[in-house]
């Protein structure tokens, strides 16, 4: 089963930057379309950003042009690079893959398999 460590939270001013990690444990980070979510207190979980096996990505509108997600092979982890950081930001962000054999690219919850445990972000004005 993959195992998914998240890691990079942290609190931040207001347009600030932070970069999350997420380690991907015995499979390969590539073989899977992976994605990260928030959850803000009282709130759904939002997916924000996902990227595919050939590297296609989606955002949600909320973090379009301010947040990256790629992965790196070589270290078999994903990140999500945040910048112009917004305190509705905030929130628990967990990153999460599909089945393996599931390759559309989604950033839909119910359709990933395998979570993380989750890193607090808090972004104070």
């Known amino acids: 089963q993959v195992q998914l460590v998240e890691s990079g939270g942290g609190s931040v001013q207001a347009g600030g930057s932070l970069r999350l990690s997420c380690v991907v444990s015995?499979?390969?980070?590539?073989?899977?379309?992976m994605g990260w979510f928030r959850q803000a207190p009282g709130k759904k979980r939002e997916g924000i950003a996902a990227i595919d096996l050939d590297g296609r990505t989606d955002y949600a509108d909320s973090v379009k042009g301010r947040f990256t997600i790629s992965r790196d092979n070589a270290k078999n982890t994903l990140h999500l690079q945040m910048n112009s950081l917004e305190p509705e930001d905030t929130g628990m962000y967990s990153c999460?893959?599909?089945?393996?054999?599931?390759?559309?690219?989604?950033?839909?919850?119910?359709?990933?398999?395998?979570w993380g445990q989750g890193t607090q972000v808090t972004v104070s004005s």
């Open positions: 015995r499979y390969s980070v590539s073989s899977f379309v």
């Open positions: 999460a893959a599909r089945c393996r054999d599931c390759t559309v690219l989604s950033r839909l919850a119910s359709t990933f398999s395998f």
